[in-house]
């Protein structure tokens, strides 16, 4: 069946940077957009960050443009999501997913997103 696996989450200091990883298995990663959205305690989940399935369009949540970049290796079925000048505001579990959705762009709205990873917690903190 079809899993996505996050890891690389963990504990850092503010100011800090952190790399995420999202493995496919049980299905071609190439064939679908796929984006990254965070869940912080006590609130609802966001999104962070997409990307188109040739790695041609990408789309980042306004407070972290420029600091995060979303990558993707459709040949080792793995995405990517690398982290920089970290704050505690950033702290979350951290979801990726797929997306069907047949534009060649992408947004981060969770209706376009169908398979969901369990998450990688990101603690920032000194």
């Known amino acids: 069946q079809l899993q996505l696996a996050e890891s690389g989450g963990g504990l850092v200091q503010p100011g800090g940077s952190l790399n995420l990883s999202c493995a496919a298995s049980?299905?071609?990663?190439?064939?679908?957009?796929m984006g990254w959205f965070r869940q912080a305690p006590g609130k609802g989940r966001e999104g962070v960050a997409c990307i188109n399935r040739r790695s041609t369009f990408t789309h980042y949540r306004d407070s972290v443009q420029g600091r995060f970049t979303i990558s993707r290796d459709n040949d080792k079925n793995t995405l990517y999501l690398e982290m920089s000048s970290l704050t505690p505001e950033h702290t979350a579990v951290y979801y990726c997913a797929t997306s069907s959705h047949a534009s060649s762009s992408c947004r981060t709205d969770a209706s376009d997103y169908g398979s969901w990873g369990q998450g990688t917690q990101v603690t920032v903190s000194s």
């Open positions: 049980g299905f071609r990663m190439g064939a679908y957009k």
